[in-house]
């Protein structure tokens, strides 16, 4: 259901799978939901008849979670504050820029220091990788470090030389996030990669 769905019950029961409600007096999963109140699931349920709300992860907060959850997905890919404004205006969200920027800053940081905190699952091939870009106008190599498998993107740096001899602190961070030190290293680019990889 979206990235910041999807991050908060992975947060809360550590798995994607989906959520499992149950009874908060009685305990029960024989649970059917009574339609969503704006923001907030509601069940009922079927051993004790109790009726109740799930707002997993906006707890305390008035606004209602879909559209919190609105705002910070489309801030986390990339839409910019004032269209983001106006999405949220067109479904009747009237919201300020800075509550738009707090919500997003709060959510975002917590998704950023949580996969901050995991350990990728990356296989025993990486390969670098090197593409030129221009940063504020200026020249730059842009290192990475990918698994090959998963493409997923362990460690990045960026140099202002093609041929820049030091790559270990891309390396280190490598090795850092991921805990290990892949069997083959696949080099598309310069040759000083797999030295460093030699010396590590
Ligand atoms: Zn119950």
Not at 34 to 41: C, D, E, F, V, W
Not at 108 to 115: R, V
Not at 117 to 138: A, F, H, Q, S
Not at 144 to 171: C, N
């Amino acid at each position: 259901m979206g990235i910041l769905n999807d991050f908060l019950v992975f947060k809360e029961q550590n798995t994607f799978e989906p959520r499992q409600i149950l009874c908060l007096r009685c305990g029960s999963s024989d649970i059917i939901q009574k339609g969503a109140r704006i923001g907030n699931h509601r069940f009922q349920c079927k051993s004790c008849g109790k009726y109740f709300t799930d707002s997993l992860g906006f707890e305390g907060r008035r606004s209602a979670p879909e559209y919190i959850t609105v705002d910070v997905e489309l801030v986390y890919v990339g839409l910019s504050i004032r269209k983001t404004v106006k999405v949220l205006h067109s479904i009747y969200c009237n919201v300020g820029r800075s509550t738009i920027h707090r919500w997003a800053d709060q959510y975002g940081h917590m998704i950023n220091e949580y996969l901050d905190g995991i350990t990728p699952l990356v296989g025993e091939e990486w390969r670098t990788d090197e593409i030129y870009m221009k940063i504020r106008g200026k020249r730059k190599y842009l290192f990475a470090m990918l698994d090959s498998e998963t493409r997923y993107w362990i460690a990045k740096q960026v140099a202002i030389h093609k041929g820049t001899d030091d790559v270990r602190p891309m390396f280190k961070q490598a090795r850092d996030i991921t805990g290990k030190i892949p069997s083959k290293l696949i080099s598309d680019g310069a040759s000083n990669f797999a030295e460093t990889h030699k010396d590590e």
